[in-house]
Protein backbone atom coordinates (compact mmCIF):
# COMPACT_ATOMS: atom_id res chain seq x y z
CA UNK A 1 0.00 0.00 0.00
CA UNK A 2 1.80 3.32 -0.77
CA UNK A 3 2.67 5.77 1.98
CA UNK A 4 0.08 8.97 1.98
CA UNK A 5 2.39 12.07 2.76
CA UNK A 6 0.93 15.12 4.83
CA UNK A 7 2.25 18.22 6.19
CA UNK A 8 4.30 20.48 4.30
CA UNK A 9 5.12 18.27 1.03
CA UNK A 10 1.83 19.20 -1.26
CA UNK A 11 1.06 19.90 -5.00
CA UNK A 12 0.83 23.37 -3.87
CA UNK A 13 4.30 23.37 -2.44
CA UNK A 14 5.75 22.06 -5.51
CA UNK A 15 3.27 24.86 -7.24
CA UNK A 16 4.83 27.41 -5.24
CA UNK A 17 8.41 26.28 -5.46
CA UNK A 18 8.29 26.02 -9.75
CA UNK A 19 6.37 29.32 -9.37
CA UNK A 20 9.62 31.30 -6.75
CA UNK A 21 12.09 30.14 -9.01
CA UNK A 22 10.54 31.61 -12.64
CA UNK A 23 10.46 27.88 -14.21
CA UNK A 24 9.31 27.69 -17.18
CA UNK A 25 5.97 25.65 -17.94
CA UNK A 26 7.93 22.27 -18.79
CA UNK A 27 9.84 21.87 -15.53
CA UNK A 28 6.49 22.43 -13.89
CA UNK A 29 5.14 20.32 -15.39
CA UNK A 30 7.75 17.52 -14.64
CA UNK A 31 7.70 18.30 -11.06
CA UNK A 32 4.31 17.63 -10.44
CA UNK A 33 4.09 14.11 -12.90
CA UNK A 34 6.91 13.28 -10.11
CA UNK A 35 5.02 14.30 -6.89
CA UNK A 36 1.89 12.45 -8.09
CA UNK A 37 4.63 9.25 -8.28
CA UNK A 38 5.91 9.71 -5.08
CA UNK A 39 2.57 10.18 -3.68
CA UNK A 40 1.46 6.64 -5.44
CA UNK A 41 4.23 5.00 -5.13
CA UNK A 42 5.15 2.28 -1.99
CA UNK A 43 8.49 2.62 -0.34
CA UNK A 44 9.39 -0.93 -2.41
CA UNK A 45 8.00 -2.11 -5.29
CA UNK A 46 10.27 -5.39 -4.90
CA UNK A 47 8.68 -8.42 -3.37
CA UNK A 48 12.16 -9.50 -2.18
CA UNK A 49 12.73 -6.05 -0.53
CA UNK A 50 9.78 -5.67 1.32
CA UNK A 51 10.32 -7.22 4.50
CA UNK A 52 13.27 -4.69 4.95
CA UNK A 53 11.24 -1.67 3.88
CA UNK A 54 11.33 -0.75 7.61
CA UNK A 55 15.08 0.21 7.83
CA UNK A 56 14.37 3.29 5.96
CA UNK A 57 10.87 4.43 6.63
CA UNK A 58 10.15 7.62 8.35
CA UNK A 59 7.59 10.00 8.85
CA UNK A 60 7.99 12.76 5.99
CA UNK A 61 5.23 15.23 7.42
CA UNK A 62 7.69 15.54 10.60
CA UNK A 63 9.85 17.66 8.16
CA UNK A 64 9.34 21.98 7.06
CA UNK A 65 9.35 22.88 3.63
CA UNK A 66 9.44 26.38 2.17
CA UNK A 67 9.35 27.05 -1.55
CA UNK A 68 11.04 30.46 -1.00
CA UNK A 69 14.99 30.41 -0.39
CA UNK A 70 16.95 32.27 2.26
CA UNK A 71 20.23 34.80 1.48
CA UNK A 72 23.16 33.06 3.24
CA UNK A 73 26.76 34.98 4.42
CA UNK A 74 29.26 32.36 3.27
CA UNK A 75 32.33 33.55 5.17
CA UNK A 76 30.19 33.19 8.51
CA UNK A 77 28.56 30.15 7.62
CA UNK A 78 31.65 28.00 6.39
CA UNK A 79 33.90 29.18 9.55
CA UNK A 80 36.11 26.55 10.39
CA UNK A 81 35.72 24.34 7.11
CA UNK A 82 37.26 26.84 4.65
CA UNK A 83 40.76 26.55 4.12
CA UNK A 84 41.43 29.09 1.75
CA UNK A 85 42.99 26.49 -0.37
CA UNK A 86 39.93 25.68 -2.33
CA UNK A 87 39.40 25.67 -5.73
CA UNK A 88 36.57 24.58 -8.48
CA UNK A 89 34.17 24.48 -5.70
CA UNK A 90 30.79 25.26 -4.94
CA UNK A 91 29.37 26.09 -1.75
CA UNK A 92 26.12 24.84 -0.66
CA UNK A 93 24.60 26.52 2.48
CA UNK A 94 21.13 24.49 3.36
CA UNK A 95 19.27 24.84 0.50
CA UNK A 96 20.81 27.86 -0.80
CA UNK A 97 23.88 27.77 -3.58
CA UNK A 98 25.82 30.91 -2.65
CA UNK A 99 29.34 30.55 -4.26
CA UNK A 100 30.79 28.87 -6.64
CA UNK A 101 34.64 29.48 -8.10
CA UNK A 102 36.06 27.99 -11.50
CA UNK A 103 39.60 28.69 -12.75
CA UNK A 104 39.80 30.81 -15.82
CA UNK A 105 41.61 28.32 -17.60
CA UNK A 106 38.87 25.29 -17.53
CA UNK A 107 36.03 28.50 -17.95
CA UNK A 108 37.97 29.52 -20.84
CA UNK A 109 37.77 25.72 -21.90
CA UNK A 110 33.80 25.28 -21.55
CA UNK A 111 33.68 23.39 -18.49
CA UNK A 112 30.89 24.82 -16.43
CA UNK A 113 29.94 23.96 -12.12
CA UNK A 114 27.50 26.33 -11.43
CA UNK A 115 24.13 25.87 -9.53
CA UNK A 116 21.61 23.94 -11.37
CA UNK A 117 18.95 26.76 -11.37
CA UNK A 118 21.50 29.10 -13.11
CA UNK A 119 22.18 26.42 -15.64
CA UNK A 120 18.46 25.96 -16.01
CA UNK A 121 18.74 29.59 -17.38
CA UNK A 122 21.61 29.61 -19.40
CA UNK A 123 21.62 25.81 -20.57
CA UNK A 124 17.91 25.33 -20.77
CA UNK A 125 18.14 23.54 -24.28
CA UNK A 126 19.93 20.72 -23.19
CA UNK A 127 18.74 20.54 -19.41
CA UNK A 128 15.15 20.21 -21.03
CA UNK A 129 16.70 17.10 -22.78
CA UNK A 130 17.98 15.55 -20.01
CA UNK A 131 14.84 15.81 -18.10
CA UNK A 132 12.61 14.35 -20.55
CA UNK A 133 15.00 11.64 -20.19
CA UNK A 134 15.71 11.55 -16.62
CA UNK A 135 18.20 8.67 -15.45
CA UNK A 136 16.53 9.00 -11.97
CA UNK A 137 13.01 8.34 -12.83
CA UNK A 138 9.16 7.42 -11.48
CA UNK A 139 9.32 4.43 -10.52
CA UNK A 140 11.48 5.01 -6.83
CA UNK A 141 9.41 6.74 -4.51
CA UNK A 142 12.44 9.53 -3.19
CA UNK A 143 13.97 9.98 -6.73
CA UNK A 144 10.42 11.33 -7.49
CA UNK A 145 9.70 12.68 -4.23
CA UNK A 146 13.49 14.57 -5.33
CA UNK A 147 12.24 15.36 -8.81
CA UNK A 148 9.24 17.04 -7.48
CA UNK A 149 10.57 19.17 -4.43
CA UNK A 150 14.18 20.00 -5.54
CA UNK A 151 15.10 23.12 -4.08
CA UNK A 152 18.91 23.44 -5.15
CA UNK A 153 21.31 21.64 -6.99
CA UNK A 154 24.57 21.48 -9.00
CA UNK A 155 25.20 21.12 -12.80
CA UNK A 156 28.68 20.31 -14.36
CA UNK A 157 29.79 19.72 -18.04
CA UNK A 158 33.00 18.95 -19.50
CA UNK A 159 33.24 19.47 -23.05
CA UNK A 160 34.66 17.39 -25.58
CA UNK A 161 37.76 15.79 -24.91
CA UNK A 162 38.68 18.13 -22.45
CA UNK A 163 40.72 16.34 -19.47
CA UNK A 164 40.53 17.99 -15.92
CA UNK A 165 43.41 16.18 -13.40
CA UNK A 166 42.09 17.98 -10.13
CA UNK A 167 38.98 16.79 -8.93
CA UNK A 168 35.77 19.88 -9.54
CA UNK A 169 34.30 20.06 -6.24
CA UNK A 170 31.17 20.53 -4.04
CA UNK A 171 30.53 21.17 -0.42
CA UNK A 172 27.28 21.29 1.72
CA UNK A 173 26.48 22.47 4.92
CA UNK A 174 24.00 22.47 6.79
CA UNK A 175 23.38 24.58 10.21
CA UNK A 176 20.28 24.31 11.87
CA UNK A 177 18.23 24.19 8.62
CA UNK A 178 14.71 25.55 8.73
CA UNK A 179 14.18 24.15 5.24
CA UNK A 180 14.64 20.74 3.97
CA UNK A 181 17.68 20.54 1.78
CA UNK A 182 16.22 18.77 -1.80
CA UNK A 183 18.79 19.02 -4.37
CA UNK A 184 19.99 17.16 -8.31
CA UNK A 185 23.44 16.76 -9.28
CA UNK A 186 23.85 16.83 -13.11
CA UNK A 187 27.25 15.68 -14.42
CA UNK A 188 27.38 15.95 -18.24
CA UNK A 189 30.33 14.47 -19.37
CA UNK A 190 31.18 14.95 -23.44
CA UNK A 191 33.02 13.11 -26.15
CA UNK A 192 36.16 12.17 -24.76
CA UNK A 193 36.14 13.69 -21.88
CA UNK A 194 38.06 12.94 -18.67
CA UNK A 195 37.16 14.57 -15.03
CA UNK A 196 36.59 14.00 -11.36
CA UNK A 197 34.02 15.41 -8.74
CA UNK A 198 34.39 15.12 -5.45
CA UNK A 199 30.71 16.14 -3.21
CA UNK A 200 31.18 16.38 0.66
CA UNK A 201 27.89 16.55 2.96
CA UNK A 202 28.55 18.01 6.48
CA UNK A 203 25.93 19.50 9.31
CA UNK A 204 26.96 20.93 12.34
CA UNK A 205 25.18 19.57 15.42
CA UNK A 206 21.27 20.61 14.67
CA UNK A 207 19.04 20.41 17.54
CA UNK A 208 15.85 19.83 15.07
CA UNK A 209 15.28 16.84 13.09
CA UNK A 210 16.39 17.60 9.28
CA UNK A 211 16.23 16.28 5.72
CA UNK A 212 18.65 16.10 3.25
CA UNK A 213 17.63 14.61 -0.16
CA UNK A 214 19.71 14.02 -3.24
CA UNK A 215 19.54 12.93 -6.83
CA UNK A 216 23.00 12.19 -8.41
CA UNK A 217 23.05 11.90 -12.11
CA UNK A 218 25.74 11.03 -14.60
CA UNK A 219 25.95 10.74 -18.25
CA UNK A 220 29.24 9.81 -19.45
CA UNK A 221 29.15 10.26 -23.84
CA UNK A 222 31.23 8.34 -25.84
CA UNK A 223 34.88 7.77 -24.91
CA UNK A 224 34.36 9.99 -21.64
CA UNK A 225 35.81 8.87 -18.02
CA UNK A 226 34.06 10.30 -14.97
CA UNK A 227 34.97 9.51 -10.98
CA UNK A 228 32.45 10.56 -8.55
CA UNK A 229 32.97 10.48 -5.16
CA UNK A 230 30.43 11.39 -1.99
CA UNK A 231 31.30 11.49 1.62
CA UNK A 232 28.36 11.92 4.01
CA UNK A 233 29.00 13.13 7.30
CA UNK A 234 25.59 14.64 8.61
CA UNK A 235 24.79 14.69 12.01
CA UNK A 236 22.27 11.97 13.78
CA UNK A 237 19.27 13.85 13.95
CA UNK A 238 19.21 13.98 9.96
CA UNK A 239 17.58 11.60 7.43
CA UNK A 240 19.74 10.90 4.11
CA UNK A 241 17.82 10.05 0.98
CA UNK A 242 19.88 9.66 -2.14
CA UNK A 243 19.60 8.12 -5.59
CA UNK A 244 22.59 7.47 -8.01
CA UNK A 245 22.60 7.19 -11.65
CA UNK A 246 25.24 6.52 -14.12
CA UNK A 247 24.80 5.93 -17.95
CA UNK A 248 27.73 4.71 -19.80
CA UNK A 249 28.04 4.99 -23.19
CA UNK A 250 30.76 3.26 -25.70
CA UNK A 251 33.61 2.80 -24.70
CA UNK A 252 33.03 5.30 -21.54
CA UNK A 253 34.28 4.50 -18.12
CA UNK A 254 32.17 5.79 -14.78
CA UNK A 255 33.21 4.80 -10.97
CA UNK A 256 30.96 6.10 -8.03
CA UNK A 257 32.93 6.07 -4.67
CA UNK A 258 30.68 6.71 -1.51
CA UNK A 259 31.46 6.88 2.02
CA UNK A 260 28.46 7.05 4.54
CA UNK A 261 29.06 7.83 8.07
CA UNK A 262 26.20 10.04 9.13
CA UNK A 263 22.72 10.64 9.65
CA UNK A 264 20.14 8.53 11.40
CA UNK A 265 18.41 6.87 8.83
CA UNK A 266 20.12 6.75 5.32
CA UNK A 267 18.15 5.73 1.97
CA UNK A 268 20.64 4.96 -1.10
CA UNK A 269 20.17 3.46 -4.51
CA UNK A 270 22.37 3.52 -7.18
CA UNK A 271 21.92 2.18 -10.86
CA UNK A 272 24.55 1.65 -13.28
CA UNK A 273 23.77 1.69 -16.40
CA UNK A 274 25.82 0.26 -19.06
CA UNK A 275 24.35 1.13 -22.22
CA UNK A 276 27.35 1.58 -24.98
CA UNK A 277 29.72 -1.35 -26.03
CA UNK A 278 32.81 -2.15 -23.73
CA UNK A 279 31.21 0.65 -21.56
CA UNK A 280 32.91 0.01 -17.78
CA UNK A 281 31.36 1.04 -14.28
CA UNK A 282 32.55 0.48 -10.79
CA UNK A 283 30.80 1.14 -7.76
CA UNK A 284 32.55 1.30 -4.07
CA UNK A 285 30.26 1.89 -1.30
CA UNK A 286 31.69 2.03 2.77
CA UNK A 287 29.62 2.70 6.01
CA UNK A 288 30.69 1.95 9.41
CA UNK A 289 27.47 2.87 11.93
CA UNK A 290 26.82 2.98 15.67
CA UNK A 291 24.13 4.09 18.01
CA UNK A 292 20.47 3.21 16.48
CA UNK A 293 21.77 4.34 13.11
CA UNK A 294 19.98 2.46 10.02
CA UNK A 295 21.55 2.03 6.50
CA UNK A 296 19.24 1.03 3.75
CA UNK A 297 21.25 0.63 0.57
CA UNK A 298 20.53 -1.30 -2.76
CA UNK A 299 22.85 -1.19 -5.85
CA UNK A 300 21.77 -2.41 -9.62
CA UNK A 301 24.08 -3.16 -12.62
CA UNK A 302 22.23 -3.24 -16.09
CA UNK A 303 23.99 -4.74 -18.82
CA UNK A 304 22.17 -3.15 -21.68
CA UNK A 305 24.84 -3.50 -24.35
CA UNK A 306 27.66 -6.40 -25.15
CA UNK A 307 31.25 -6.35 -23.93
CA UNK A 308 30.12 -4.13 -20.87
CA UNK A 309 31.81 -4.75 -17.39
CA UNK A 310 30.26 -3.69 -14.14
CA UNK A 311 31.53 -4.10 -10.06
CA UNK A 312 29.86 -2.86 -7.30
CA UNK A 313 31.85 -3.93 -3.84
CA UNK A 314 30.47 -2.77 -0.42
CA UNK A 315 31.84 -3.30 2.97
CA UNK A 316 30.83 -1.75 6.53
CA UNK A 317 31.44 -2.60 9.92
CA UNK A 318 28.50 -2.19 12.54
CA UNK A 319 28.48 -1.01 16.13
CA UNK A 320 26.26 -0.90 19.05
CA UNK A 321 22.61 -1.19 17.84
CA UNK A 322 22.80 0.01 15.02
CA UNK A 323 21.40 -2.45 11.17
CA UNK A 324 22.18 -2.36 7.55
CA UNK A 325 20.83 -4.22 4.42
CA UNK A 326 22.36 -4.36 1.16
CA UNK A 327 20.22 -5.05 -1.41
CA UNK A 328 21.75 -5.84 -5.04
CA UNK A 329 21.02 -6.79 -8.91
CA UNK A 330 22.53 -8.30 -11.84
CA UNK A 331 20.74 -7.81 -14.96
CA UNK A 332 22.27 -9.04 -18.24
CA UNK A 333 19.93 -8.32 -21.01
CA UNK A 334 20.18 -11.17 -24.21
CA UNK A 335 21.68 -8.42 -26.58
CA UNK A 336 24.90 -7.94 -23.93
CA UNK A 337 27.15 -10.89 -24.68
CA UNK A 338 30.42 -11.18 -23.41
CA UNK A 339 29.50 -8.79 -20.43
CA UNK A 340 31.24 -9.00 -16.74
CA UNK A 341 29.83 -8.53 -13.54
CA UNK A 342 30.55 -8.87 -10.21
CA UNK A 343 28.12 -7.78 -7.04
CA UNK A 344 30.00 -8.40 -3.30
CA UNK A 345 28.82 -7.11 -0.04
CA UNK A 346 31.16 -7.87 3.38
CA UNK A 347 29.72 -6.66 6.91
CA UNK A 348 31.38 -6.89 10.17
CA UNK A 349 29.76 -7.02 13.51
CA UNK A 350 31.18 -5.36 16.26
CA UNK A 351 28.35 -6.13 18.97
CA UNK A 352 26.10 -8.74 19.38
CA UNK A 353 22.92 -5.86 19.07
CA UNK A 354 24.13 -4.86 15.83
CA UNK A 355 22.67 -6.31 12.36
CA UNK A 356 23.70 -6.56 8.70
CA UNK A 357 21.57 -8.37 5.81
CA UNK A 358 22.50 -9.14 2.10
CA UNK A 359 19.92 -9.46 -0.72
CA UNK A 360 22.31 -10.32 -3.58
CA UNK A 361 20.50 -11.60 -7.10
CA UNK A 362 21.17 -12.37 -10.58
CA UNK A 363 18.90 -11.95 -13.54
CA UNK A 364 20.77 -13.14 -16.86
CA UNK A 365 19.02 -13.12 -20.18
CA UNK A 366 22.07 -14.71 -22.26
CA UNK A 367 25.05 -16.93 -22.85
CA UNK A 368 28.88 -16.02 -22.80
CA UNK A 369 28.69 -13.78 -19.60
CA UNK A 370 30.62 -13.96 -16.36
CA UNK A 371 28.15 -12.69 -13.62
CA UNK A 372 28.46 -13.61 -10.04
CA UNK A 373 27.66 -12.09 -6.73
CA UNK A 374 29.10 -12.89 -2.80
CA UNK A 375 27.56 -12.07 0.43
CA UNK A 376 29.15 -12.37 4.06
CA UNK A 377 28.09 -10.93 7.29
CA UNK A 378 30.68 -11.75 10.36
CA UNK A 379 32.09 -11.15 13.68
CA UNK A 380 35.37 -9.97 14.28
CA UNK A 381 37.51 -12.76 14.65
CA UNK A 382 38.73 -13.01 17.70
CA UNK A 383 41.79 -15.18 17.53
CA UNK A 384 42.98 -12.47 15.38
CA UNK A 385 42.17 -9.86 18.32
CA UNK A 386 44.27 -12.14 20.30
CA UNK A 387 47.30 -12.72 18.05
CA UNK A 388 47.86 -8.88 18.01
CA UNK A 389 47.25 -8.71 21.69
CA UNK A 390 49.79 -11.29 22.10
CA UNK A 391 52.33 -8.76 19.71
CA UNK A 392 51.59 -6.37 22.51
CA UNK A 393 48.22 -4.26 21.00
CA UNK A 394 45.79 -2.61 23.55
CA UNK A 395 42.81 -4.40 22.64
CA UNK A 396 41.24 -1.25 21.46
CA UNK A 397 44.20 -0.17 19.10
CA UNK A 398 43.83 -4.40 17.77
CA UNK A 399 40.18 -4.32 17.28
CA UNK A 400 40.53 -0.84 15.22
CA UNK A 401 43.22 -2.05 13.18
CA UNK A 402 41.03 -5.29 12.19
CA UNK A 403 38.29 -2.80 11.13
CA UNK A 404 40.49 -0.32 9.51
CA UNK A 405 42.13 -3.40 7.59
CA UNK A 406 38.84 -4.83 6.49
CA UNK A 407 37.68 -2.11 4.60
CA UNK A 408 41.14 -1.58 2.76
CA UNK A 409 40.52 -3.45 0.30
CA UNK A 410 37.50 -1.18 -1.10
CA UNK A 411 39.44 1.88 0.11
CA UNK A 412 42.17 1.02 -1.95
CA UNK A 413 40.32 1.12 -4.83
CA UNK A 414 38.89 4.22 -4.83
CA UNK A 415 40.07 6.62 -7.40
CA UNK A 416 39.87 10.31 -6.44
CA UNK A 417 42.92 10.54 -3.96
CA UNK A 418 41.24 13.14 -1.67
CA UNK A 419 38.77 10.75 -0.87
CA UNK A 420 41.03 7.48 -0.63
CA UNK A 421 43.64 9.25 2.00
CA UNK A 422 40.60 11.25 3.85
CA UNK A 423 38.07 8.24 3.95
CA UNK A 424 40.75 6.00 6.24
CA UNK A 425 41.26 9.32 8.07
CA UNK A 426 37.57 9.81 9.03
CA UNK A 427 37.10 6.10 9.75
CA UNK A 428 39.65 5.91 12.34
CA UNK A 429 38.58 8.95 13.53
CA UNK A 430 35.05 7.51 14.00
CA UNK A 431 36.26 4.75 16.02
CA UNK A 432 38.02 6.85 18.33
CA UNK A 433 34.82 8.93 18.84
CA UNK A 434 36.36 12.43 16.83
CA UNK A 435 34.29 13.57 13.72
CA UNK A 436 36.26 14.64 11.29
CA UNK A 437 35.91 15.69 7.49
CA UNK A 438 38.19 15.50 4.27
CA UNK A 439 41.26 17.90 4.10
CA UNK A 440 43.84 18.89 1.98
CA UNK A 441 46.73 16.99 1.57
CA UNK A 442 49.36 19.64 3.55
CA UNK A 443 46.89 19.30 6.27
CA UNK A 444 46.42 15.95 6.15
CA UNK A 445 50.01 15.07 6.51
CA UNK A 446 50.92 17.75 9.79
CA UNK A 447 48.39 16.02 11.40
CA UNK A 448 48.50 12.39 10.51
CA UNK A 449 52.45 12.66 10.80
CA UNK A 450 52.67 11.37 7.11
CA UNK A 451 55.62 12.44 4.88
CA UNK A 452 54.70 13.81 1.83
CA UNK A 453 56.98 10.84 0.37
CA UNK A 454 54.80 8.58 1.96
CA UNK A 455 51.68 9.86 0.74
CA UNK A 456 52.84 10.41 -2.82
CA UNK A 457 52.72 6.50 -3.06
CA UNK A 458 49.86 6.08 -2.01
CA UNK A 459 47.95 5.06 -5.34
CA UNK A 460 44.85 3.55 -6.00
CA UNK A 461 45.41 -0.21 -6.17
CA UNK A 462 44.36 -2.99 -8.73
CA UNK A 463 43.65 -5.89 -6.70
CA UNK A 464 43.21 -9.36 -8.52
CA UNK A 465 41.09 -9.92 -11.45
CA UNK A 466 37.77 -10.14 -9.39
CA UNK A 467 36.34 -11.84 -12.67
CA UNK A 468 39.17 -14.87 -12.90
CA UNK A 469 38.03 -15.61 -9.08
CA UNK A 470 34.23 -15.45 -8.92
CA UNK A 471 32.28 -16.08 -11.84
CA UNK A 472 29.19 -18.31 -13.47
CA UNK A 473 28.42 -19.16 -16.90
CA UNK A 474 24.54 -18.37 -16.88
CA UNK A 475 21.76 -19.03 -19.37
Known amino acids: ?28 KFRLDAYRSFVSLPLETSSLYTKYSYLSAFEAAQFPFIPAKRSIDFRSFFQDYLTGKERNILLQGNETEIHSELDEKLSSQGVRLMSLHEALREE ?31 FVRIPKDVVIAEPLRKMLLTSEPENSVVEQTIVYAEEGAKARFSEELYSRENRSPSLVASVVEIHAKRGSSVDFSSTQLLDENTVFVTNKDAAAADDARVSVSSLFLGSSITRSRMNFQMNGRGSVAEGFEIFFTGGKQRFDFESNLLHNAPDSTGS ?46 GVPS ?19 DEEQVFYLMARGLPESEAKKMLVLGFFEPVLSRIPIEQTREGARFIIEGKWDGEKRRLLDRETLISLTGETVREAKQQQPQQAEDIFERHYKYRK
Open 1 to 28: MAQQVVGAFTEEAVKSLSKSLRESDWLT
Open 124 to 154: ESLLKQLFAHKLVGSNEKYAAFTNAFFNSGT
Open 312 to 357: TQARGALKDESQSIFKGMIKIVNAAKNSRAYLAHHAMILDRRAKSD
Open 362 to 380: LEIATNEVRATHSASVAQL
